[in-house]
């Protein structure tokens, strides 16, 4: 194998692989990455069993050459050492070439490198997805998507399926939803015309894996295609292929947890609230769960918090709107905050059905995102 | 006590003084930080003993009115929640006040904080130094000195008085010197005249507390006063106080570990040979101590390292002199690349006496910077 490339190429490919490389794995051969040298480009292979990442480096590229001097060949090279040494190589280009007893040499200026590899023949078969099951997503929306659920996933193993993302497919609307029974995070879009065949109830992909793909896509990928088959999913982009196992089990029914009336019903900015239950919390932190309490006002929301050995805050939040019942309830500043994060639009309505249930928020003119947080009892 | 401040004045004070708070500390009230309304300005205090700072904010400055409605008075409040509340309030002003059961309000905007706080006069008094012994630096090249030295104490406790910078002052000329006995930083300066009276040999300042004040020292100050009485230094600027324990005990005599004449003698470009280093030390992480070899050629260096069950690296830089006998030496990659990191100028001085012996490096026009390095004995 031998091939010259443009080091900072190999580097952006290398970090999205790393994403999949876990130092702690039982295959020890997984602790490498697989380098391919194909006559088209450079393929580059991460995993850790659970996600496994493919990046193509193609040899050409909108007329650019990425990629000189192909010579066919594998080889799988130590995580830890490689990309750091990409990195901090003196030119912009590099060489790297093999020999049969598997040692890697890369060369780039002034500095030449020998790394023991092993043979790639040893390195893991990615599954092959055989499906019809394939639809599209723009880039942007699925990344929107991601961010809008995944942070209410479980943290906690006690109810595996809960670390999850519920993705459901219905009449071309597809929706993402996370909860960790004390909150839940929605986002919903319509498919194009051309998927609306396609429908799905019950898959649930790890949150972290998302999390990583979030990282990886980016704003040159135009869209990414979906394909689910047996217990993987697979997202590809042009140059990027991420497959991730998906969780064995029932996601629970949540539809039935939003409520389907509200009993007082608040419009206020955005940032203004957000801001004052992260001051709120901030003598709220020794509590259990960082509980913020707050009671409707005539035109203003109160939010208060305190902690007797500390001291006592109370913020005036002034409203656009308040209509319905007057209200004192308490909740986790923190799940508020991780709501009121993600919300972009300058406003945001909070409907409440009284102190002990759930209540929901949402961007004023965007009713494809929801957010629910359980209440915590305090009074 | 009560004012109306401008927040952000406020919050760089109290992050001023917050480097010498210290959660753990033997007496309680020192986790507290004082507050003083004075007919002039507010002035803070934070200490763990070792290191008191004392930061104030004058009432008016240069025309501009930093604080109003000042009545005098004085708090101590906690420094885990005060500074943080400070950062987060929602208007450009704070209006604080305290009453007598020592309880502090905060008002900005529609945020109202009641924070707990102690009596101010159970706060230790920071002790008053008599000296004569005070001599000025200009801040910028005072900073200076203390980067091209402090990162070279030694940061384990088994000889104390290395975990300190030694001051020396003798004829009108200022030194740093910093070891931990593996390698050794020095930087010099010659004294306003002034100053040519002062004398000192054995101030031992502790590392800690000159990387501290490093990062306090801003470039608004002109000039530092620096001031030595008893087992105590005070560093004063306009707005700052700043005062630090001495190291008890006798520094040793580092004059004669510099070796006298050289060698080998290599001019060389700083910025190359520093990233070859940085690089050959890539794979030397698994050796004890991070060991990179030198070795000198015609017109280049080699720099190699080799762990068998990783790979093995050659850097060939290329020198613009070497002179002397040829040579071969290995040294610690991390000693080598700090010691680089300090030198600004373009071309750097090694200076080599034997693969046994200690060596030294400085930039090519400054002589007052001095670094040298205990090689380690692998051939």
Chains 1, 2 share one sequence.
Do not use: W
């Amino acid at each position: 194998m031998k091939f010259v490339i443009q080091r900072d190429l190999l580097l952006e490919s290398l970090q999205h692989v790393m994403k999949a490389v876990s130092p702690r794995v039982a295959v020890p051969i997984l602790t490498g990455i697989k380098i391919e040298a194909l006559p088209t480009g450079i393929k580059l292979t991460g995993s850790d069993s659970d996600i496994s990442i493919e990046s193509f480096i193609p040899k050409e590229e909108d007329g650019l050459v990425h990629v000189e001097n192909i010579e066919t060949g594998s080889i799988v090279v130590q995580a830890k050492y490689f990309p750091e040494i990409i990195r901090k190589l003196p030119l912009k280009t590099v060489e790297i070439s093999t020999d049969d007893q598997y040692q890697m040499t890369i060369v780039s200026g002034g500095s030449e490198f020998h790394l023991n590899g092993q043979d790639a023949m040893e390195y893991p078969q990615l599954p092959v997805l055989h499906t019809d099951n394939s639809f599209e997503v723009k880039h942007d929306i699925f990344k929107e998507m991601i961010k809008q659920t995944v942070f209410a996933v479980s943290t906690v193993e006690t109810r595996p399926i809960l670390t999850g993302v519920n993705m459901k497919i219905d009449n071309g609307e597809m929706a993402f939803v996370a909860t960790d029974s004390h909150r839940l995070a929605s986002r919903s879009i319509k498919l194009d015309s051309d998927f609306v065949h396609i429908q799905f109830d019950n898959i649930v992909i790890p949150g972290k894996s998302l999390a990583e793909l979030n990282k990886i896509i980016d704003d040159t990928d135009d869209a990414v295609t979906i394909s689910v088959a047996d217990n993987q999913i697979l997202f590809q982009t042009k140059n990027l292929y991420f497959l991730s196992r998906l969780l064995d089990g029932k996601y629970p029914e949540t539809n039935r947890l939003i409520p389907a009336e509200s009993k007082t019903s608040v419009k206020v900015k955005t940032k203004t609230l957000l801001q004052a239950i992260d001051r709120a919390s901030l003598l709220a932190k020794e509590n259990r769960n960082n509980v913020v309490k707050l009671e409707t006002k005539d035109n203003f929301l109160q939010i208060s918090s305190n902690t007797p050995e500390v001291g006592q805050v109370t913020e005036e939040v002034v409203t656009e709107e308040i209509n319905g019942e007057s209200l004192k309830i308490s909740f986790s500043a923190k799940y508020m905050i991780d709501a009121l994060r993600i919300v972009e639009e300058e406003y945001v309505m909070v409907h409440f059905t009284g102190a002990m249930r759930p209540f929901v928020l949402y961007p004023e003119n965007n009713h494809d995102i929801l957010q629910l947080i359980l209440p915590v009892r305090t009074y």
